[in-house]
């Protein structure tokens, strides 16, 4: 990744606070041939209880899709998905997965037809609607539904699928990732990340950040593997040397903040002083690695302390083989490095769980609300226990800054093939810090807690939080916004 100035700190930091996927995965240190059923198939279990089309609990996934502004050809605006109950099967012998999905959803516009993102090495063999058999085609990554809707009415569709997941290729000239989705190592087990899409590689979704849904997972594996996702562990049984694991995440969340492994994993708990329930899932026999996640519950400690209480029922990390570390919801995905597991990319990515999960961006045009603001509260903790000033901390950030800018453009109007560069952390964060200084500290932080309860567990723009903060404070921001955000030039710092 290119940086200005040659700051090695900031280089190495770098490299960790955007999703991506490691291109050459390393070996899990547990091979899948310790047992004898890895190589038989293994089949979805099924069992879930159906969720009524009428539930009550699936108003709150209730969204407003639009059309991505950055990237139109993922998503479609006229399907708002409610809840996905995903039943995964894993076969390391052939890197198969095979799957029942199970997705309730909203039509937001009347039509003919309904259309998902599905990768294409994943084969469709049925589709059927509220019970009946319908027409489907799949022609690259959209699976279209030929069904008539009706502007919001709800739906359930069960659409069955089978294949060798793939990742998809990622809109970036970072050099860290350049893959997005589906990962499977070279020992067979799988695990993703898949920011700004690439959630398709592995099942059929609206794979846009504007609609939040509801998830199941039910995810069978030959032991000694174990399905890990989202939100909270229902159940873990054997059967016939198969385990499965059943979660639910009871939140909305965007599919870009999905996150599924499958591994042999071992289960820590801990706790933060305020109570939220942590558990580790680390590859068996990197208990080294224990140690240095023991940072997460100090870490969620100060994080509250500056943003209010966890938003979440419980707070997970997850442990694969990548070089990088990603916010999903409730169960944060680390690269296994000792850079990734250090207690400033904990920071970074337990903020998210404010910025980013629980108050999402609209679209990609909008990711520097998320990543500003990770990065902001990250160098405040650096410099915390760095023992440095933050504005020592900020001179260094502005003096790299205007490159980036330049390269990858504006953070709230960046070149498409550039996602996930400096531009979308620095100018942003250095912005805060420049209200921050403009509004006080009081009513700074006051009105940083205050805006993720605004739009809790859904969506915003741009309109949305340049007004909010200009409506709140009492002042006319929206100069001061749109020259950070907007400007093709880095503003003045004072």
Not at 306 to 326: C, E, H, Q, T
């Amino acid at each position: 990744m290119r940086l200005a100035g040659g700051v090695v700190a900031l280089a190495l930091a770098w490299t960790s606070l955007a999703a991506c996927d490691s291109s050459s995965p390393k070996a899990d240190p547990s091979p899948v041939s310790a047992s004898s059923s890895a190589s038989r198939a293994i089949e979805p279990v099924g069992g879930a209880a159906t969720v009524a089309t009428d539930d009550p609990s699936l108003d709150a996934a209730v969204s407003e899709p639009v059309e991505d502004r950055v990237y139109p050809s993922v998503g479609d605006p006229s399907v708002d998905a409610l809840h996905y109950d995903l039943d995964l099967a894993w076969t390391p012998s052939s890197d198969t997965l095979t799957a029942v999905e199970t997705l309730v959803f909203r039509a937001t516009a009347t039509g003919d037809h309904v259309q998902l993102d599905l990768g294409q090495a994943l084969t469709v063999s049925s589709v059927t609607v509220d019970g009946a058999d319908v027409e489907f085609d799949h022609p690259g990554k959209d699976l279209v539904v030929h069904l008539d809707t009706r502007a919001d009415r709800r739906y359930t569709m069960v659409i069955s699928y089978a294949g060798s997941p793939r990742p998809v290729s990622a809109p970036t000239t970072r050099g860290d990732f350049s893959t997005l989705g589906w990962t499977t190592t070279t020992d067979h087990a799988a695990w993703t990340m898949q920011e700004p899409y690439g959630a398709y590689s592995w099942y059929a979704v609206n794979d846009q950040p504007a609609d939040k849904a509801l998830y199941s997972f039910t995810i069978a594996a030959p032991e000694p593997m174990m399905g890990v996702a989202n939100g909270t562990l229902d159940s873990r049984d054997m059967q016939d040397g198969t385990s499965i694991t059943r979660w639910h995440l009871d939140e909305p969340a965007s599919s870009y903040l999905v996150t599924i492994a499958v591994g042999d994993f071992q289960e820590t708990k801990d706790r933060s002083t305020s109570g939220v329930p942590i558990t580790y899932w680390t590859p068996r026999g990197a208990a080294y690695t224990i140690k240095g996640l023991r940072s997460t519950a100090p870490a969620v400690d100060w994080v509250e302390g500056k943003l209010g209480p966890y938003p979440f029922s419980s707070l997970g990390i997850l442990l694969v083989d990548s070089r990088s570390g990603m916010e999903t919801q409730t169960m944060i995905t680390l690269g296994r490095t000792d850079y990734t597991t250090a207690p400033q990319v904990l920071v970074h990515e337990i903020v998210h769980q404010w910025y980013g999960d629980e108050v999402t961006p609209r679209d990609w045009r909008d990711v520097w609300m998320s990543e500003g603001m990770a990065l902001y509260l990250q160098g405040l903790w650096e410099a915390e226990h760095d023992h440095r000033s933050v504005e020592s901390l900020m001179a260094e950030w502005g003096s790299i800054e205007p490159q980036m800018r330049r390269e990858s453009g504006p953070p709230a109007d960046y070149d498409p093939a550039t996602f996930g560069e400096g531009n979308i952390y620095y100018g942003p964060a250095l912005m805060w810090d420049e209200l921050r200084k403009r509004l006080g500290d009081d009513e700074f932080w006051r009105l940083v807690r205050e805006w993720p309860t605004v739009h809790e567990d859904g969506n915003a723009g741009y309109d949305d939080i340049t007004s909010w903060w200009s409506q709140q404070s009492g002042r006319d921001l929206q100069p001061f916004f749109d020259a950070w955000l907007l400007g093709r030039k880095s503003p003045p710092r004072t």
